[in-house]
T-cell receptor, first 114, second 114 residues
Framework: EADIYQTPRYLVIGTGKKITLECSQT?????MYWYQQDPGMELHLIHYSYGVNSTEKGDLSSESTVSRIRTEHFPLTLESARPSHTSQYLC?????????????FGPGTRLTVL | KNQVEQSPQSLIILEGKNCTLQCNYTVSPFSNLRWYKQDTGRGPVSLTI?????NTKSNGRYTATLDADTKQSSLHITASQLSDSASYICVVSDRGSTLGRLYFGRGTQLTVWP
């Protein structure tokens, strides 16, 4: 089991609210990622980070933002949630020094915006 | 266009039976191919990883094969157990960018019945 944690696991919130999804890892990994996954569909990369103070947008356009102030912490924020943001959000991390650069995933946050 | 296609989309088998899941990809340049297992409501967990020079890799009852010439991979599950019920995701990595981007299939939803 990977040492990567996400909170909350489930969140139901009304339109227009600001939310922050937390992700922390204790493996000392330098790279971290956020993916969005709808039921029966593939994972889409929405944000990634190579290290502290480094963040980049992924393949899928997202209205969310991320920050990487500490190596172990990579929170994702939605300033104003909308029903179209309803999805599962998965956080992952990897170590660039590992040859295969395997990504280890957290348990995910299931977000529902009413 | 870099793509990963998996088949079948879903599969139901009886406990104790074997099954094989397929993955075809068009990702180039190819770096490695992973099979992940994703339990319902959880994050994916890596089962196997194969580089260009490897054509088979085992992890317990899971055996993955890779044909880099035809760009096909398969995951064979032997003597299935109820706990094998999950989505199995094929993930291909390229080295065309510093990110080592991952391309995800939509997964095969496997259900094992007693």
């Amino acid at each position: 089991e990977a040492d990567i944690y996400q909170t909350p696991r489930y969140l139901v919130i009304g339109t227009g609210k600001k939310i922050t999804l937390e992700c922390s890892q204790t493996m000392g990994h330098d790279k971290m990622y956020w993916y969005q996954q709808d039921p029966g569909m593939e994972l889409h990369l929405i944000h990634y980070s190579y290290g502290v103070n480094s963040t980049e947008k992924g393949d899928l356009s997202s209205e969310s933002t991320v920050s990487r102030i500490r190596t172990e912490h990579f929170p994702l924020t939605l300033e104003s949630a909308r029903p179209s943001h309803t999805s599962q959000y998965l956080c992952a991390s990897s170590f660039s020094g590992e040859r295969t650069d395997t990504q280890y995933f957290g348990p995910g946050t299931r977000l529902t915006v009413l | 266009k870099n793509q990963v296609e998996q088949s079948p989309q879903s599969l139901i088998i009886l406990e104790g039976k074997n099954c094989t899941l397929q993955c075809n990809y068009t990702v180039s340049p190819f770096s490695n191919l992973r099979w992940y297992k994703q339990d319902t409501g959880r994050g994916p967990v890596s089962l196997t990883i194969m580089t260009f020079s490897e054509n088979t890799k085992s992890n317990g009852r899971y055996t993955a094969t890779l044909d880099a010439d035809t760009k096909q991979s398969s995951l064979h599950i032997t003597a299935s157990q109820l706990s094998d019920s999950a989505s199995y995701i094929c993930v291909v990595s390229d080295r065309g960018s510093t990110l080592g981007r991952l391309y995800f299939g939509r997964g095969t939803q496997l259900t094992v019945w007693p």
